[in-house]
């Protein structure tokens, strides 16, 4: 029998900073920016609908050092609607919080409760069961070393909550944060752990169910997928359920146009715009942001790298009519081939360039991916892949594709 039920979410970035599409499309930024506040609008309506005994926020709700009064006064009011529907909130700050001037100026209504930087727990009943929240928060931006030794035990007859904004082990893309293992988070004898920081959503069931909820709305071509938050619902007996909701306005794809053989530019062309209406009709979200990734050998690779901005065009065009796409940006994966198999130098050496380039694991290519991400701004890394592997695959494409295009260029100019 179902005992109680809270939401879970974390990293909502509130007026994150859109530097990145606001240098290709500032009327997509502004799309994104009001995205965040229009899901976190629904997670408010989620917990009033579902009529749950908690929110949790496991840190990173603003963003930086942003100081939108307007955002400010729009979580205050949220806060509010919780506050009259008897629902608590319990936050906890993560890095960017710990940044932010808003975080540490604005005033809340009593039912949230914002744990510091020293650990401390929160005893309270939900539906007559006893509830002990456990939380700590970040007093700086960076916390290179683990917080897990900060919290006390678990308190004996009830559920006990744990909320971290942790790396775990460590994630590509994000730097360490107050990092752990899953070993040490289910040692602890905690029967949930609210976990924040990576975008990601993952679940560790078992005794103690450890959840990463992810970020509950993608803000660029990185945080690709569907976004959610966790409902969670605990029976009588402990059991632990854990549901995925997606209340995101707007959400991010990558698509695949195949372009295999054509050698017609209208083809490419029709294959373009076949593939955004068909990603337009087979994606139910409000908003659909879309970055067309051509693939295939095809003589047009050449063509299509030099008149980018032609097949931009294009795709704008079709985002247009439909009004509910954008084009984040159109990617190239193509190979160059000729119309006609000739043979020679320059065909002997595109199959030298596509058999016996570096793989993605090798060891060169592995250490000079870790020197790259080193240059690269933090919040860009994840555009290259989540995983070492993601990163070198990508960068060892991006070259083999790279050298490819010289050969079409050559040719051309053979031709």
């Known amino acids: 029998m179902l005992a109680f039920r809270f939401v879970h979410t974390a990293d909502i970035h509130l007026d994150s900073p859109l530097k990145s599409l606001a240098m290709r499309d500032e009327a997509l930024a502004e799309v994104v920016g009001n995205a965040t506040r229009t899901t976190f609008r629904r997670l408010i309506d989620l917990c009033v609908t579902e009529d749950v005994q908690a929110l949790l926020i496991a840190g990173d709700l603003y963003d930086g050092s942003q100081t939108s009064m307007k955002t400010a006064r729009i979580l205050a009011l949220e806060m509010e609607r919780l506050d009259a529907a008897g629902i608590p909130v319990f936050i906890i700050r993560g890095n960017h919080d710990a940044a932010s001037k808003i975080t540490r100026e604005l005033v809340l209504p009593e039912n949230v409760t914002v744990f510091p930087g020293k650990a401390q727990v929160v005893e309270t009943d939900w539906n007559d069961h006893s509830v002990a929240v456990h939380g700590v928060s970040f007093r700086d931006p960076h916390a290179p070393d683990t917080l897990l030794d900060r919290f006390g035990p678990p308190v004996m007859g009830a559920f006990n909550l744990g909320m971290l904004h942790t790396s775990l082990g460590g994630a590509q893309g994000h730097d360490p944060y107050a990092p752990c293992t899953l070993a040490e988070l289910q040692a602890t004898g905690f029967d949930y752990w609210a976990l924040g920081h990576i975008h990601r959503r993952t679940i560790h069931t078992g005794t103690t169910t450890v959840v990463m909820p992810g970020i509950p709305q993608g803000r660029d071509i990185g945080e690709a997928g569907n976004k959610s938050v966790s409902l969670v619902s605990v029976a009588d007996d402990g059991l632990v359920a854990v549901e995925?909701?997606?209340l995101a306005m707007?959400?991010?794809?990558?698509?695949?146009?195949?372009?295999?053989?054509?050698?017609?530019?209208?083809d490419l062309i029709e294959a373009l715009k076949h593939a955004l209406h068909t990603a337009r009709r087979d994606h139910a979200g409000e908003q659909l942001i879309v970055r067309p990734v051509l693939t295939g050998k095809t003589p047009l690779a050449w063509r299509a790298g030099r008149d980018l901005d032609l097949l931009h065009a294009e795709a704008q065009n079709v985002a247009e009519q439909?009004?509910?796409?954008?084009?984040?940006?159109?990617?190239?994966?193509?190979?160059?081939?000729?119309?006609a198999s000739t043979g020679g130098a320059l065909e002997e050496l595109a199959q030298i360039i596509t058999q016996r380039s570096l793989p993605p694991d090798d060891p060169a290519v592995l250490e000079d991916v870790e020197r790259l991400l080193k240059y690269i701004p933090r919040e860009l890394r994840a555009l290259l892949g989540d995983s070492q592997e993601e990163t070198a695959a990508t960068i060892v494409h991006?070259?083999?594709?790279?050298?490819?295009?010289?050969?079409?260029?050559?040719?051309e100019t053979d031709g």
């Open 244 to 246: 995925e909701r997606h």
């Open 250 to 266: 707007a959400q991010f794809e990558r698509l695949p146009v195949e372009c295999h053989l054509l050698s017609d530019w209208p």
């Open 322 to 339: 439909i009004g509910t796409l954008w084009i984040d940006k159109i990617e190239l994966a193509l190979s160059a081939v000729s119309n």
């Open 398 to 411: 991006a070259m083999q594709q790279g050298a490819m295009e010289v050969l079409a260029r050559l040719e």
